[in-house]
Structures are given as C-alpha cells and as structure tokens.
C-alpha cells in the first residue's frame, strides 16, 4: 500500500513507519517537526519526508494526491495531558482543527481509510478496570477531550463520506526499537519510564505525582504496552479495515496495570542503580488507573503484543536511553 504517516517523525510514529518499511508499503511522512526528529526517519532511505503542517490543506490534498495515498495513519497531535490543562486550546487548534484539515483533504483526494491514534485518556475515570471500548467516555482533560471530539468526527465522516476508519486508543506507550536507533525523545520528557530512565543516568531524584490514590500501593496505576507492539497494531488495522467499512474504535494496551512505584522498582533491577525519588501531590488531570481490556483488539485484528512485559518494556527503553543520553 502506499501510506500516508502524519506524525511519523515522533516517537510512535517513527517506530510505525519502521514496521510499515518491513511489511514492504511504501510511505511519505508528513511533519511539522515541532516534537519529532528527522533523524528518526533516517533508518529508512526509501522514505519520504514531507514537512508540512497537517492543518495546511491545500498542501495535505496535494501531497494525497501527487503520491497517490490509499491509506493514512494519523498520529500528529499534541499529546501531554497536563500541557492540556493549562492550554487547552492549543489542543483544539491542533488535534481537533488539525484532523478537520485532514479529513477535507482526504475527501478531497478520494482517499477514504484512516487510523488514527486516540488514548485512553477519552474513558477519563473509568468506573472499573479492565476498560471495554464499550465504558463511557468522560475525559478528564482537555487532551482527552480532543480525541474523543475526533473520535465522533470519524463516525458522522464514515455515515456522511464513507470515510473509513480505525480509532487506535492507547494506553501507556514505552520503551523503544530493540534493533533499530529509534527511542522516545521528548523535550521537555513528562512521560514516567524515560524520566525515571533519565534519573538513573543523571543521578537525580525522580517526582512520584501522588501517594493517596485508591490502589494497592497509592500511587496512580498504567497499562504499559510496547512501543513496537503498538507499531504492529496499525499495520494489522490497516489491512482489517479493507474488508471492514465503518468507524471502529480498540484498545491496545497489555491487559495489565503497574503503579509508579512498580515502574521505579522495575528500573531499579534493570539499571541497577538505586534511583532516588521525592514524593509530591497529584498532577492535575490524572486518573487513579487505566488498565485496558485488549480481547477485542486480540480477536478482531489478531493482534498479540510481544514485548510488552514491563521488564522489556523498560530494558529496551534504557538500551535506548544509555546510547543516547541526550536523545537524537
Ligand atoms: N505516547 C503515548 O503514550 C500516547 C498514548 C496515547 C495516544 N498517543 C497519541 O499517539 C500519537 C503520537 O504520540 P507520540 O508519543 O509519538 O508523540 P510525538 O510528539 O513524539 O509525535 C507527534 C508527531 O506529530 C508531529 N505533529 C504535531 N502536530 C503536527 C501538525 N499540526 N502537523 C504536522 N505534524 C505535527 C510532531 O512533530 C511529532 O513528530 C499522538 O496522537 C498521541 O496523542 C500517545
Ligand atoms: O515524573 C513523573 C511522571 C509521571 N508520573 C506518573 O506516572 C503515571 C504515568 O504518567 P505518564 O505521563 O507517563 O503517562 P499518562 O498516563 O499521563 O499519559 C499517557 O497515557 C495516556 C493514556 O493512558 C495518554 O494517552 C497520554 O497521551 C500519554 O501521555 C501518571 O500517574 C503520572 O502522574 C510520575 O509520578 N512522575
């Protein structure tokens, strides 16, 4: 297929378009660079980087249109839920009017299959966990919200334009490509593993937001979920939606929760350094757990995540981190 990647030159997009090259598709990248990095595209010399703001039109159609695009994968966005709380409109602006630019140029060019990156950020406070795609979605954040506004903007495009698509929502990416230079590189990082990774290189102390949330240690608990798993699950979305019409919506996590304090024990073994920590309130904006129900995305896709115990998770992660202290 050829494909069009927005987005594909940050963090999960650049490991995407590394599983998408292997499986033989021929991509072009659109980015504005603003959070990703060119050098992430570098291990691919068939690839071809567009840098364009997705919320140019004009040059969205264009580029749909000169390299021919059967199919897009979505992943430009802003991303940090507590950025959204202090500026939600940016998020607006960008994921919401950013894909609305998006959908018309698809409609434009007669380009009609998406997957798109949603979060599980869309649930908010579930009401129990394991989380079905069927839990109400209340955010409790303006990221979130965005994603959810996008997620309804899929479903009347489908009913209006036959625009077809797979909502993807993830819950905690991490780690990084076991072969490949590719790894989280984020400026500034707010994500817990290459933060409590960074603390261990730079001998510093690590924040825990929270101790008095209602789990078993009182810290907040995530479903941590491979990186390149993820990468795996657009592909496998991509290929399902050509004989699946509609707006569909599947979680991709691991099926398993972790507490910030088993995240830090976790890289404690796998660093073997003694990583310090302080202790501070909750960041605002954050639920207590987010732990994903994964058998749709298992039994529709056919999709098993690999390398998504938390010990690869986080030992893939520091190979990364170690050969690139300062990122790309
Ligand atoms: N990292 C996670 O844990 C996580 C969890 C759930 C969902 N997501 C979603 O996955 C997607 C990718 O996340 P990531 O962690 O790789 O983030 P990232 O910041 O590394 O990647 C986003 C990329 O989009 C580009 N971009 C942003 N706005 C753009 C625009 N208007 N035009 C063109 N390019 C633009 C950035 O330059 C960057 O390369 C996002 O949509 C995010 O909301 C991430
Ligand atoms: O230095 C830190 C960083 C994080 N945390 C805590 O660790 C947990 C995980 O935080 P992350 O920032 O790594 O991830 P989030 O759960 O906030 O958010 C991520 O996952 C969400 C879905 O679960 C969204 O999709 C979002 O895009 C993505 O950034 C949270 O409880 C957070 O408060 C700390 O205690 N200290």
């Known amino acids: 297929m050829r494909i069009l990647v927005t987005g594909g030159a940050g963090y999960i997009g ?4 590394s599983v998408l090259v292997d499986h033989g ?9 603003t959070t990703g990095h060119r050098e992430s595209l570098a ?39 507590g950025h959204s709380m202090t500026d939600p409109l940016a998020y607006y602006h960008n994921n919401v009017g950013g894909t609305e630019r998006l959908l018309s140029a698809m409609k434009d060019a007669g380009v009609s299959r998406l997957v798109f990156s949603s979060t599980a950020a869309v649930y908010g406070e579930p009401m129990s966990v394991p989380i079905a795609e069927d839990a109400p979605t209340r955010p409790t954040n303006p990221y979130g919200e965005t994603k959810r506004v996008i997620e309804n903007m899929l479903a009347w495009a489908y009913q209006a334009h036959r625009l077809t698509s797979v909502s993807l929502r993830y819950f905690n ?25 960074q603390a ?4 510093e102390p690590v924040p825990v937001y929270g101790t008095d949330y209602p789990t078993p240690d009182g810290t907040a608990v995530r479903d941590y979920i491979h990186v390149l ?7 496998l979305a991509l290929e399902w939606l050509e004989h699946h019409p509609g707006a569909h919506a599947f979680n991709l996590g691991n099926g398993q929760g972790f507490s910030v304090r088993q995240v830090i024990d976790a890289a404690r073994l796998v660093t073997q350094q003694d990583i ?11 639920p207590a757990q987010l732990v994903a129900s994964v058998e749709r995305a298992q039994q529709w896709l056919g999709w098993t995540p690999r390398l998504s115990d938390l010990t690869t998770i986080v030992q ?3 190979d990364w981190h170690r050969r690139h202290p300062w990122g790309y």
């Open 14 to 17: 650049s490991h995407t378009v």
């Open 25 to 33: 598709h021929d991509v072009t990248v659109v980015d504005n660079l």
């Open 173 to 197: 990416a991490a780690g990084a490509h076991p072969n490949l230079p590719l790894g989280e590189d984020h400026h500034p990082e707010t994500h817990l593993i290459p933060r409590v990774l």
């Open 316 to 318: 893939t992660a520091w």
């Open 43 to 81: 291990p691919f010399a068939g690839v071809r980087l567009v840098t364009a703001d997705i919320r140019d039109s004009e040059r969205m159609t264009a580029v749909l249109r000169q390299q021919d695009i059967d199919a897009v994968i979505h992943f430009a966005a802003l991303s940090l839920v």
């Open 276 to 286: 310090p920590v302080t202790y501070g309130p909750r960041r605002a904006g954050d």
């Open 200 to 203: 261990a290189l730079r001998n």
């Open 229 to 235: 798993d993820l990468a795996e699950a657009h592909r």
